[in-house]
């Protein structure tokens, strides 16, 4: 399987609103490739898509290919897509399939599905506004919120930068439901600050954003993103662990930094000594001691530091 195929899809379906798991959102995606290599694409084409591909293209053993392509069409033709087109001269939103047909055959390992006619439109009759990029570059990716934003984003890669996203409309575009990481302490924890760190970590793009307040509220969202050079891809280094030690001192420096406590906001009612513990237990995890990269080197952690340990 050639695992530098293209991606292309409709701005339209780009800036879509939907709830899809990481395995649902990779067998689409494995079937849109697929589908560009049909000629004349209708909703009637059956398009396969095997464990073995599966397996190859997102690197996880077949036996999981199996389970996660089965898993995926037992949810698959139940879930739709929101996105906003045209009636006349009114801006319209169309709630959609993803596809008209769904099946399975257990013994090979296969899926058979029919894509519906508007993802069809939305894949194959492009005009002006659609989007690219290599499969291979969503393929190590492990949270579903990660394909998302990337595709979000990488649609502004010319411009460097994104339109301002309102919070509320970037949840919907992320698939997150009203109940889901309804703090903003969470959302940017547990999704926005996870998607970025495995996007600058395994893609082609270098991703940070900026956060707009109305009051003390943050409203809009809007991402910086640059394209990697060969170099920065290869030689990106790999954080160590913090010491017992450096985890108290910068847990109590974070704790007391504006610009981290606006960010990392503390729940009303919890002390700076729970606030702080709070800090240090998430900087056990590697991943926040990536992701408060920024707010880290403020409070003097640099790489060195660790390296002197």
Known sequence: ???SKLVVKDNA????????????????????????????????????????QY???FKIHEKEAYNALKTACDLLFERRFSYVDRYKEDRLIKKVRWVSELGYVENKGLVLLNLSDTVVSLISRLENQFT???????????????IRLYELVVKWLANTV??????????????????????????KVNVLDKALTEIN?????????????????????????KQKSATDTVKRNKVKEMTAKQIDMFSDKLSKLESFQNYYIADAGVSMT?????????????????????YLADVGFTKKVLLDK
């Open 132 to 146: 690219k990029y290599h499969l291979n570059q969503v393929s190590g990716f492990k949270s579903k919120y990660s």
């Open 1 to 3: 399987m050639d695992t």
């Open 201 to 225: 970590a395994k893609s082609d793009l270098q991703v940070s954003y900026e956060q707009f307040k109305s009051g003390r509220t943050i409203t809009h969202i809007q991402f910086k993103i």
């Open 162 to 187: 994104t339109q301002k996203y309102e919070v509320v409309n970037l949840r919907e575009k992320l698939g997150l439901e009203p109940f889901e990481y309804k703090t903003m302490s969470l959302f």
């Open 55 to 57: 397996s190859t293209q």
């Open 274 to 294: 729970e606030y702080k513990q709070a800090i240090a237990a998430k900087l056990q995890d590697q991943f926040y001691v990536e992701a408060w990269g920024k």
């Open 13 to 52: 379906l780009i800036d879509a609103c939907f709830n899809l798991s990481l395995v649902e959102q990779r067998l689409l995606l494995l079937a849109i490739t697929e589908a560009r290599e049909v000629n004349n694409l209708s909703s009637s084409t059956a398009i396969e898509v095997t464990a073995n």
